[in-house]
């Protein structure tokens, strides 16, 4: 096992009606901005329950972050917040909304004079950002116990990330009732994101971790199990449950402790909804089964792992059993309703090229647990997802 250090503050309250309890985990006195994205809270009694939490307190709201938040939209609440001297944010959503909310938490107390610049570092300049909790809507990202954000400059289409240990939730509320209005697009993108979340930190090669790898094969058999039931039955609670924490496992740094993480799935996925605005879960659906394709030397001992422990391949020859995992896995993605190939989203070849020089662009050319994702390899994972 590798070196690790672990540290994670966020508080998690979890279960039905939760929402009240966020009124003791902020402060009696602070002024609060409620940031959320396009009004599903308000369709399904979300934001009722957290404007009534917040009681007395002073409020005030930001609205309209969008679906993979851009830069150009949070610089806007930088603004609202050092007009009404704000001192709290509540995000109130997604992913999307988590991490801009994190963003913006790290702008408005940056002392540099473009904000934009924390992206370029990957956050590595952040010393300080507002206090911040959440309200989870869709299990996802992990973002809710995580201190990573991802934000797209839409001027120059680049989608970056950045984390920071600043940039924590203080408390994340997970109620799993809230997760029943998710549109069957989102609960398949759900499910597939944190697959592949799992996927990057334990897809690697072996490193002698039994615990984080049999951690790791629990969410993914938990997902392979819940996740068509939620699709089946939107309102079963105990599903819905499963699937929330096991999204919040997925990404909250506990199973990626001490082991190698490859993550070039993820940068290429980045890309793909910078320049073409489809949804990121449907870019690691695109991605995922050609990067383990070729990439199958390098990975063959975990991929042998993966198909025995978690697909139950144990017989026939190695490459075999590879390679029908890497086709179960995709099977799993398209009956969770994400489409795995390019041209299932109207790209084809010709737009490959472009897709490569954005890497070149944001310096993604040396990839992977070993580095060794330089761009030609990134081309030929492309060219076989078309
Ligand atoms: O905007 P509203 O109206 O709220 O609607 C949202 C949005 O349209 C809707 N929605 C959310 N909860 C709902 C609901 N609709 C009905 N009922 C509910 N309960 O779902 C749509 C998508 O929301 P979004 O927040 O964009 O989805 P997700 O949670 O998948 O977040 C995706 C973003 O997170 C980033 C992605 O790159 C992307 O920008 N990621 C963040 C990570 C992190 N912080 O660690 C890691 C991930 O790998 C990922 O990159
Ligand atoms: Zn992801």
Redo the contacts with the bound molecule.
């Keep these: 096992m590798l070196n690790f250090d672990f540290y994670n503050p966020t508080q998690i309250l979890f279960g039905k009606g939760r929402i009240a309890d966020i009124n003791k985990s902020i402060p009696a006195e602070a002024k609060v901005l409620v940031l959320?994205?396009?009004?599903?809270?308000?369709?399904?009694g979300?934001y009722d329950e957290v404007i009534a939490a917040l009681g007395s307190r002073s409020v005030t709201e930001f609205t309209?972050?969008?679906?993979?938040?851009s830069y150009e939209t949070l610089i806007k609440a930088v603004e609202i917040i050092k007009q009404n001297k704000i001192d709290f944010l509540l995000a109130?959503?997604?992913?999307?909304?988590?991490?801009g909310t994190?963003f913006i938490a790290a702008a408005a107390l940056f002392e540099g004079d473009d904000p934009w610049v924390i992206m370029e570092k990957r956050g590595n300049n952040v010393t300080k950002a507002l206090p911040f909790g959440s309200v989870?809507?869709?299990?996802?990202?992990?973002?809710e116990m995580?201190?990573?954000?991802?934000?797209?400059r839409k001027s120059i289409n680049a989608?970056l990330?950045f984390?920071s240990r600043h940039c924590f939730p203080q408390f994340s509320v997970l109620d799993p009732t809230?997760?029943?209005?998710?549109?069957v697009?989102?609960i398949g993108?759900?499910a597939v994101?944190a697959f592949?979340?799992v996927m990057e930190q334990y897809l690697t090669y072996p490193v002698n971790s039994p615990v984080q790898d049999r951690f790791a094969e629990g969410l993914l058999l938990t997902l392979i199990e819940e996740g068509p039931k939620a699709l089946a039955n939107p309102e079963d609670y105990d599903v819905r449950a499963n699937l929330m924490w096991c999204a919040t496992m997925a990404?909250n740094g506990m199973i990626s402790t001490g082991v190698p993480q490859d993550w070039a799935t993820?940068m290429i996925?980045?890309e793909l909804?910078a320049l073409h605005n489809i949804?990121?879960?449907q870019t690691?659906a695109i991605v995922l089964p050609s990067m383990l394709r070729v990439r199958k030397e390098s990975k063959r001992a975990k991929l042998l792992q993966y198909a025995a422990r978690v697909w139950g391949l144990h017989d026939g020859d190695e490459d075999g059993r590879i390679e029908t995992a890497i086709s179960r896995t995709q099977d799993y993605f398209e009956q969770m309703g994400v489409k795995t190939r390019l041209s299932d989203y109207q790209l084809d070849a010709k737009d490959i090229k472009p897709i490569l020089a954005a890497l070149e662009t944001h310096r993604m050319v040396s990839l992977g647990e070993k580095r060794d994702v330089t761009l030609d390899i990134s081309r030929q994972v492309l060219e076989m997802s078309l």
Excluded: C
């Design positions: 959320y994205g396009g009004g599903s809270i308000k369709q399904n979300v309209g972050i969008e679906p993979n938040p109130v959503g997604g992913g999307s909304v988590i991490d994190k989870l809507t869709l299990p996802a990202t992990g973002s995580n201190n990573g954000g991802v934000v797209t989608k990330a984390s809230k997760t029943f209005t998710l549109p697009r989102q993108n759900g994101d592949v979340h990404l993820h996925g980045h909804t949804d990121h879960a690691l």
